[in-house]
C-alpha cells in the first residue's frame, strides 16, 4: 500500500514530475498558471509541500484509494481554478490541508489504546526461544479504529450491542469494504444485523435477522468473488444462508438448505493430531495444502500448552510455535487460546490470538521460525487476515469495558515501513 503512492502521487498533485524537496518541478516547461504562481511565491510553494506530507500519510492509511484519488483530482480542478489569485490557492490548500491532517490514520497503539482499562501487555524482556526453535518477539504494527458499538445508529436500539463476527470483505474500485455481523437484544430477542464498512461513510445495515449468526465458511472463488456461509437462529431452529459480494460491487443475499450447510462445512471437517501427547483438532490447511493449524485445550499449566503447526498428513510432527510451558517467563494461570487463527496469502505465515499472559495478537513465519507480536493489547481477538493493495491487514474485534463504559470495536493493523 506504501510504495504506491508514489505512482499515485505523481499524477494527483500537479499532473508533473514530482520533486521530493518539493511539491512539483518547477523547471518544467507546461506549467499552469496556479502552478506559476506557486513556484514563484516560497509561501505556497511550503504549503504544497506540507500537502505531500499530509496526503502521503492518509494515502497510508486510508482503506478507501479509490475516493481518496477521486477527492484529491476534485480538489486540483479546484486550485487551478484560482489560476494566479494567491489569496485564493493560500485559501485553498488550508482547507485542503486542514482536512487531510483530520483524516482518520494509523498511529502506534499506544496513542490508541490508552483509556482507563485499556490494558497493553509490557514488552519482553528478550526474545523467548520455544523448544522447537522459534523465535518470539515484538514487532507491534500500526493500528486505527473503524467501527465502535457506541457510535453505530443502526436505526434500531439494540442493548448490550457487540460485533459477533467478521464476515468478509471486498475491494471495489480501489475501495475496501468489509462485512461484519452485530448482534445485542431488542423487545426481548436477539437480533442480528449484517452491516457494510467502508471508510469515511456511516455503517450501513444490508440485513436484519432474529437470532444470532453463526459463521460457516468463508472463501473467495476464482473470480474474486467474496462468499461467506453462515446461520441463522437458535439450537431450536435454524435457516442457512450465504452472501455474495462480486468485486464491481453487486451484493446478494441467498438461502441454501440444510443439506448444502453440511456440504459447506464437511469441507473444514476436523482433522486430529497430537499438540505433544494431547489430541488437538486442525481443520485449517495451508493456501498450498502443506500445513495444518491447532491449538491444544489445555492452560499454562499443561506442558502440551501451546500453538502447532502441523505437516499436513502428519498427525505425530506438530511444532510448537509459541511459548512452551517450561518457559518461567508465563506465570498467568489463565493463559489460554481462544482458538481464533487464519492463514495470511502464502503458506508461510498465519496469524493468531490467545488470551492471558503475553496475550493479543501474533503472526508467525514458519519457514524463519518467528512468532512476532504484532498487537499488544489485552482482550483484542479474532484475526482476520486481508490483502488490500498490496499490502498485509489484520482486523480484530476488541471488547472495551471500564466502569460503566462497555463498547465492542474493530480495529485495524497494518506492519510500519
Not at 34 to 39: D, G, L, N, P, V
Not at 105 to 126: H, P, S, T, Y
Not at 190 to 219: C, F
Request: with cysteine.
Amino acid at each position: 500500500m506504501h510504495y504506491r503512492f508514489i505512482a499515485l502521487a505523481l499524477c494527483l498533485l500537479s499532473g508533473s514530475k514530482v520533486a521530493f524537496s518539493a511539491g512539483f518541478d518547477c523547471s518544467l516547461a507546461k506549467l499552469s498558471p496556479t502552478e506559476k504562481t506557486i513556484c514563484s511565491n516560497e509561501y505556497l510553494s511550503g504549503l504544497d509541500s506540507a500537502l505531500n506530507n499530509f496526503f502521503k500519510k492518509t494515502y497510508d492509511s486510508s482503506l478507501s484509494h479509490g475516493r481518496l484519488a477521486e477527492r484529491q483530482n476534485e480538489w486540483l480542478k479546484e486550485r487551478n481554478s484560482c489560476q494566479g489569485d494567491v489569496t485564493c490557492i493560500t485559501d485553498s490548500y488550508l482547507i485542503r490541508n486542514k482536512n487531510l491532517a483530520a483524516s482518520n490514520n494509523l498511529k502506534n497503539i499506544n496513542d490508541i489504546f490508552n483509556r482507563e482499562g485499556d490494558k497493553i501487555d509490557e514488552e519482553l524482556d528478550a526474545p523467548i526461544k520455544t523448544k522447537s526453535g522459534f523465535t518470539i518477539t515484538d514487532s507491534p504494527w500500526l493500528v486505527k479504529k473503524i467501527f465502535s458499538s457506541d457510535s453505530f445508529e443502526g436505526g434500531i436500539n439494540l442493548e448490550g450491542m457487540y460485533v459477533s463476527s467478521v464476515l468478509t470483505y471486498q475491494e471495489i474500485k480501489n475501495d475496501l469494504f468489509i462485512y461484519i455481523s452485530v448482534s445485542g437484544r431488542y423487545q426481548d430477542k436477539d437480533i442480528t444485523l449484517l452491516v457494510e464498512l467502508a471508510e469515511d461513510t456511516p455503517p450501513r445495515i444490508i440485513q436484519q435477522y432474529d437470532g444470532k449468526v453463526d459463521i460457516l465458511s468463508r472463501t473467495r472463488d476464482a473470480q474474486g468473488n467474496a462468499l461467506a456461509y453462515f446461520a441463522v437462529g437458535n439450537d431450536s431452529h435454524k435457516e442457512y444462508h450465504y452472501l455474495f459480494i462480486s468485486p464491481d460491487g453487486g451484493k446478494s443475499i441467498s438461502d441454501i438448505s440444510s443439506e448444502q450447510a453440511d456440504a459447506v462445512t464437511q469441507k473444514t471437517k476436523s482433522w486430529t493430531g497430537y499438540c505433544g501427547a494431547s489430541e488437538c483438532n486442525a481443520s485449517l490447511i495451508s493456501p498450498d495444502s502443506k500445513w495444518r493449524l491447532a491449538s491444544s485445550d489445555g492452560n499454562v499449566k499443561d506442558p502440551d500448552e501451546g500453538m502447532y503447526v502441523f505437516p499436513v498428513n502428519r498427525p505425530d510432527q506438530g511444532l510448537n510455535v509459541f511459548a512452551d510451558m517450561a518457559d518461567n517467563s508465563i506465570t498467568d494461570d489463565a493463559f489460554g487460546y481462544t482458538r481464533q487463527y487464519v492463514w495470511g496469502d502464502d503458506s508461510n505465515t498465519f496469524y493468531f490470538d490467545n488470551s492471558g499472559a503475553l496475550g493479543c495478537i501474533w503472526k508467525t513465519d514458519i519457514d524463519k521460525k518467528t512468532t512476532k507480536r504484532i498487537i499488544p493489547v489485552e482482550g483484542i481477538l479474532d484475526p482476520f487476515y486481508i490483502k488490500y493493495d498490496g499490502e498485509d491487514l489484520i482486523l480484530s474485534v476488541y471488547s472495551y469495558s471500564y466502569q460503566d463504559d462497555s463498547k465492542s470495536e474493530i480495529y485495524i493493523a497494518i506492519e510500519p515501513n
